[in-house]
């Protein structure tokens, strides 16, 4: 019989590069994948529109419409829905100044005719320039 004897100087080697290769690429996935938000007070979502970001005034009045149609003037909630409180607040807000631009700010899942309201309210107070936002696809706003 011929019994050979092993080596006892034979080292064995765990390659590791292929666990590092898969590290790798699994934080590239999660840092690509990972979404982040903005939280604001009310939470809105906005509709989507392509076109480039506009310069804010510096003096404006913001009417915010949240998903169930509640009004707010300059984050100031009105106490109804009611067209005729939303030109009230208008007016008492702007103190005869009517070149004031005014901002409407709807959440995307309210209904049409809040918009509407609001847009009507600000020309029945005499505002001449509105302007309404809308979110751009990569989730800011304009």
Not at 69 to 95: F, K, M, P, W
Not at 119 to 126: L, R
């Amino acid at each position: 019989m011929n019994a050979r004897r092993r080596r006892r100087n034979a080292s064995v080697e765990v390659n590791i590069t292929p666990l590092i290769d898969v590290v790798f690429l699994l934080l590239i996935f999660f840092m690509v994948s990972t979404t982040f938000t903005k939280e604001s007070r009310l939470h809105i979502t906005l509709p989507t529109a392509d076109a480039e970001r506009g310069e804010a005034p510096p003096e404006s009045i913001e009417i915010v419409i949240d998903r169930e149609g509640s009004y707010a003037i300059n984050g100031v909630a009105l106490i109804n829905r009611q067209r005729d409180t939303l030109v009230r607040g208008l007016r008492e807000l702007a103190a005869g100044n009517l070149d004031v631009p005014v901002t409407i700010t709807a959440d995307a899942r309210t209904a049409h005719q809040a918009v509407v309201t609001a847009m009507e309210a600000a020309g029945k107070a005499g505002f001449a320039h509105l302007n309404i936002t809308s979110q751009l696809p990569d989730g800011g706003e304009e």
